[in-house]
């Protein structure tokens, strides 16, 4: 009934690995971008796992419908509350079941629903996802799901940005390729991670590789230096020039959070 994943084999119950359950009618879909390069050098090595789930499985008539058109009118249909609900079911119990819930990594794992209309997707909760033992996606197509089963399941709502995509599919793998990248193992140099935009509250200082000159541009003289204390200085100053001309909001809580650590350090002495 499930389970199109490359490592669908080994199934549930891999104590400690990150599972990403996920709930679509285009299962043909994965794992797509998940199954190349890092995410999918971690999916192969047993890093992260994945578990497809193909709604259509769940339907009962012999049209095999999933949605229906919405009460109330207007254009669109919705996907059943019923169908949703079964298929939902069925994998919170499949984990429950491999004892994949209280593993090593505590916990359920959360259940979101990709939707315009959800908290947006960031790098904290992108981390906070990774320190858990995983997530249960459900990605959307036509109006979106009936309201009713995002009530009786309690499900979270999650937004890639206010844009509105064709289907949920897309958000999942972006959703995932961000948190795997954050598994410990995935990427070579952890300090890698350390340095990126966002982990400091910053955006990510500019980069150059050779060559040294390139139409008529040349390396900031720094960067050939060598004097590390300098760089760093550098760096730091590009990333909050940057910060502060792209994003003003993002530099405001950078402010505020800078004044905070200071008025703490003040109070301590
Ligand atoms: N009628 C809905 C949009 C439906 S788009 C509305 O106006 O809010 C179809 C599906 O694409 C949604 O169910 C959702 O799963 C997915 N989707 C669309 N935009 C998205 C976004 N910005 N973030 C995450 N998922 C999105």
């Known amino acids: 009934m499930t389970a199109k994943s490359p490592d669908s084999s080994s199934g549930y119950g891999r104590g400690g690995t990150w599972r990403a359950n996920v709930l679509t009618l285009l299962p043909e879909a994965f794992p797509g971008l998940l199954g190349l390069s890092l995410a999918g050098k971690a999916l192969k090595n047993g890093i992260w796992s994945l578990e497809v789930v193909d709604i259509r499985e769940f339907a009962r008539d012999k049209h095999r419908s999933v949605d229906d058109a919405g009460f109330g009118g207007g254009p669109g249909m919705v996907m059943r509350p019923d169908i949703l609900a079964a298929a939902i079911d069925h994998t919170v119990s499949a984990d429950r079941d491999a004892g994949c819930v209280d593993s090593a990594r505590e916990g359920e794992r959360p259940l979101i629903y990709l939707s315009p209309r959800g908290a947006r997707f960031d790098q904290a909760m992108a981390q906070e996802l990774a320190d858990g033992p995983g997530v249960t996606l459900i990605c959307g197509r036509f109006e979106g799901v009936d309201e009713r089963v995002i009530q009786a399941r309690a499900v ?114």
């Open 156 to 269: 979270r709502e999650v937004s890639l940005g206010d844009f509105v995509l064709s289907g949920g599919e897309t958000a999942a793998q972006a959703v995932v390729d961000a948190v795997v990248r954050l598994l410990p193992g995935v990427v070579g140099d952890p300090a890698t991670l350390q340095e990126e935009s966002f982990e400091s509250g910053l955006l990510e200082y500019p980069h150059y590789t050779r060559p040294q000159e390139w139409e008529g541009l040349r390396v900031p003289d720094i960067l050939l230096s060598g004097h590390h204390k300098e760089i760093e200085v550098w760096r730091q100053r590009q990333a909050e020039e940057l910060t502060r001309i792209r994003r003003p909001d993002l530099w405001q809580s950078y402010v505020d959070a800078q004044r905070k650590i200071k008025a703490q350090a003040q109070d301590e002495d």
